[in-house]
Structures are given as C-alpha cells and as structure tokens.
C-alpha cells in the first residue's frame, strides 16, 4: 500500500502531464493552413504537413479538448474545441447519406468514404462531449443523427450487435481491412466503443430507447463477449457470435472493466450496479494474475497457444491506471490500487517522451520505444492518456 503523501505527489504529477505534456503537445498540432490538425507526427518530432487525416484522430481530439474545457475552464482548450469541432463538420460529415467519412487528405478533400461504425461511434463521442461541455445544440443534434444512423443501419435485428463496415450510402462492404479493424462480421473493439459512446450521448440526452439500447449492449458485452470462465473479452466474432479468436488484449479487458461500470452508473439501475462490480472486478483480476509485467507495465496480448506479446503500448497502460484504479474503488483491494499507481509508474518513467514530447506509441520488453512508430497518425491520439489523467483526478480523494 502507498504512503498518502505519495499518493498526494502522485496526483500533482498526473496534473502536470495532462496540463503541460499532453494538452500543448495537441494544441500546438492545429493545421493554420487548412484546418483541423496535422495528420501524422514521426517518433521523433517530424511533423508531415501533407499526410492524410482520420475521423477518428479528429474526433477523439474533440472530445478530448472539449473534456479539458468542461474540467478547467481554460479558454485555449475551448478555442481549440471550437477549432475541431468546425473541421470535422465540415470536412467529415456527409451531407447526402449522414455519417463520418473515414478520411480526408491534407488539404480536408474526402479520399476515404467509407463509414464504419467503429467511427461512427467516436463521431458520437466527441460531439457528445462537446455538446455536455458547451451547451452546443447543433453538436448535440448530429450526435443524435449518428446514434440513429448505427441504429438503423448497423444494428443486427436476428443475432443482436452491431455489423462493422458500409460503403458510404450504408450497404454492408467487407472488401478491405483497416488498422485494427478485422475484416469479420462483429467484433469486441466496436461494440466496446459503442457502449462508451451511448454512455456519454445518455448523459446530455436520456432518452428511453438509448436507455435501452445501452442496457442491451451491457448484457450483448457480459453474456456474448466475455468469456465467464475467464473474465476476458473475446475479439471477433461470426454473425451469430460464435468466437473467431482465442486471442486476449489486456488492454481492452482492463478498459472494458470501467467503461462498463461506468455505463451502469449512468443508466443508474442499482441492481445493475452491483451486478457489473462483481463481473468487473473479476476482470481487473484476471489482467493483474495474468497480464502485469514484473516492472508493473501491462502486457498488450496473449495469442492463441499462449504466446505472450510483451510490448507495452500507450494506451494499454493508460487504461490500466484506470481500470485498476476503479476496481480498486470497487473493492478496496489494496492491489488494484498498487497496480494503478504502478501503471502510472511505469508510465512516468519510461513511456512519456521529455525529449519530443507526447508519449512513445510502444516499448519493447526492455523499455526501448520502437523508432517506427509515431507520436501521430490516425490512430495515434490523446484521448487515451487525457482521459486516464482526468480519470484519476476526478477519482483520486484528498485523503484516501
């Protein structure tokens, strides 16, 4: 167990890394030229100005300046709120079909059409936020007109979830794979990320049938995805959700954990509650037993015939602070705590980048930054690691 006078330095050093590391690093990244930000940043500070520009990046950039504007009142983080939000609806939003395209080039001209829900998801997130930190009506409203189009397009009325991937006027398109996203019918990651934008879409708007909706995707992610004998999420999935995968992020079990305490909160259904605990807290368990390296860094994967992926990637370990953090105040288990403060451990000392800033995209298992991957690109964002300090400071008490 942690001394309170460090658990008190901890917080001021979370502090300090959200307010002076991350947040400027971001805010210096607005394109003046064309708008919105700069789409790829190389691990060592090279900035190309002429790189393509994601949905995703944009909109977790939103969401993410928007938060520090609700949290801090600064008006640069509004400006920059602002900033975004503009760039996204004009460069982004389809006018004819609804929904997010994929990507952009440099100069804001669509190259990518695509909608996938997974983006359609994080659309919904960032202007949520934006509408719960501003007010802003018109955000709000296309946060709602997303919300309908996954309803009313990717929602599977015979085995329940959602479908992954549609050409831009909304018929079902596997004909290519993106990062990340597997060509396969459902998947873990979306759902997850459904479920944590309908969260903070209920919270500006509590409609009853986005209640239910987020009730539904609890019970889809407890009883389809999550593997009771375990408590680890599997990955993919057919339609009828027989698992496609053997394979175990920790990282997304350990996210899971307090996204979905969190949505039962919001629903705030008390037997709801306490039910997820208890599943939840199996979950931030099983990641400690099997997934935390002996140097308190989060491995990223367990593949199948259990071999181990030892990197330790950004937004693995800024999940975990959280994640142990909240079953910690599930439990009051000293070990989630020791893990959480661990996790920010390891990331103080060996994850943020003093020299260029941000932080590494992944270590090897001796703590060496891979060269080749970079601070940005569409993938590459701030909300994960805004959002585990904000967490934290939110969750941390004076007096623990």
């Not at 996954?150 to 549609?166: C, I, K, L, M, Q």
């Not at 999940?319 to 070990?335: D, H, K, L």
Request: glycine share 6%.
């Amino acid at each position: 167990m942690f001394p309170k006078t460090q658990l008190d330095q901890v917080k001021k050093e979370i502090k300090q890394e959200v307010l002076e590391g991350i947040l400027p690093f971001w805010e210096g990244l607005q394109d003046p030229e064309y708008g919105g930000f700069y789409g790829y940043v190389s691990h060592d500070g090279k900035t190309d100005v002429q790189a393509d520009k994601g949905a995703i990046l944009h909109s977790r950039i939103l969401w993410t300046f928007a938060s520090a504007y609700r949290l801090f009142r600064r008006p640069n983080y509004l400006s920059v709120a602002n900033h975004t939000y503009n760039y996204l609806m004009e460069r982004f939003w389809d006018d004819q079909f609804g929904g997010l395209y994929w990507q952009v080039d440099h100069q804001g001209n669509v190259v990518e059409r695509r909608k996938h829900i997974y983006n359609q998801a994080f659309g919904i997130y960032g202007l949520s936020e934006y509408a719960r930190s501003t007010g802003h009506e018109a955000s709000l409203n296309h946060a709602i007109q997303l919300y309908k189009l996954v309803e009313r397009h990717g929602y599977d009325p015979h085995h329940g979830g959602y479908w992954e991937t549609f050409t831009r006027d909304w018929e079902e398109d596997y004909s290519d794979a993106f990062h990340e996203i597997a060509a396969t019918d459902k998947s873990m990651n979306t759902h997850l990320h459904i479920l944590e934008a309908y969260t903070n879409l209920y919270r500006v708007w509590p409609d009853a049938a986005l209640r239910e909706r987020l009730v539904r995707l609890i019970e889809l992610l407890v009883e389809k995805i999550l593997k009771p004998e375990t408590a680890q999420f599997h990955l993919f999935f057919d339609r009828a959700w027989k698992a496609q995968s053997d394979d175990i992020s920790y990282g997304h079990d350990i996210e899971g954990s307090w996204l979905l305490d969190e949505a039962a909160h919001v629903v705030g259904d008390a037997l709801l509650i306490r039910r997820l605990q208890k599943i939840t807290s199996q979950m931030a368990q099983q990641v400690v037993r099997e997934g935390v390296d002996h140097d308190g860094g989060v491995f990223n994967e367990l593949h199948h015939h259990y071999v181990i992926d030892a990197d330790k990637v950004w937004w693995v370990q800024a999940e975990a602070m959280v994640g142990f953090y909240n079953a910690y105040q599930n439990t009051r288990n000293s070990i989630f705590l020791d893990a959480s403060l661990n996790s920010w451990a390891f990331i103080k000392n060996h994850l943020i980048d003093s020299k260029h800033g941000e932080w590494h995209w992944k270590l090897n298992r001796n703590r060496q930054a891979y060269a080749n991957m970079p601070k940005v690109e569409p993938w590459k964002c701030p909300y994960h690691n805004s959002r585990a300090c904000f967490e934290l400071l939110r969750r941390m008490p004076t007096d623990l």
